[in-house]
């Protein structure tokens, strides 16, 4: 398990980490959204051991992580900007991690670039984008590390090599309980991988739950009442948290259960009821703009 508590980390006037507070299982995917700048990536470094906080406490299975090797074995960490010895292969960086991770599979590596159409023996600073993060991933899954931190990891994959990389992470946490730490900006990314969602703004915390149960609570509803009183008789003492109106089309999101929503739009008699599912998106620009975020300005799509 990963706990974080009080953590603050400054860089001159610019505050990257405020008051952060979050544990992460283990065994799930830990989804870390936000801006840029909202301060992902600093909690990750921070994490690995990379950054020392300025204030706060980041624990690793009950271990102080910076400055302490014993720990960082157990940490793989791949940044959005990667790096990569001079001048190296695939597979001279896979002699560099053996080095490193008493668990790493070189053999096992090898195979899979082969899977991916990597080529062990090519330098990599002549690879794409995509291609040096799957280098990095295949590298990362192939150490045997506990955790996996990753930064922006399917920025710059494909739709295939993308799915083909969350299969990876499934396959590993089934077989050997890996837990994956992936920061993005993009939450429909991420939509079908996460087990928990941390969301940042501006290097604070705005909420931090599971997935399933965030889409539990809250529901979209739309509707049509006969009348206005028909609708007052269906929404009073309802949590609503964003009601929008389209002609004689209402769309509500309300926090609560299914059942207890049914029931109380049954007092207005609406002459077409539907509940829909909620996007992770969706979910977020309602719980943030109760609190005073406009999440539409910097989620992006």
Known sequence: MIELLELEKQFDDIKAVNHVSLTVADGQVFGLVGTNGAGKSTILRIIAGVVKPDSGIVCVDGRPVYDNPDVKKDIFYISDDQYFLPNSTPEEMADYYEEIYDSFDKLRFFKMCSGFGLDIKRK?????????????????????????????????????????????????????????????????????????IGLLHHGGVILSENLGDMKLKMQKVQCVFPSEEDEKKAIEDMDILIHEKRGRLHTITIRGEREDIEMAFKRGNPVFFEILPLSLEEIFISETEVVGYDIRKFILE
């Open 124 to 196: 990599i600073s002549s690879f794409s984008k995509g291609m040096k993060k799957q280098v990095s991933i295949l590298l990362g899954i192939c150490s045997g590390t506990k955790y996996i931190l990753c930064d922006e990891t399917f920025d710059g994959l494909d739709p295939v090599i993308r799915q083909g990389v969350k299969s990876l992470f499934a396959a590993e946490m089934a077989d050997r309980g890996l837990t994956p730490i992936i920061a993005s900006h993009n939450l429909r990314e991420l939509e079908d991988i996460c087990d928990h």
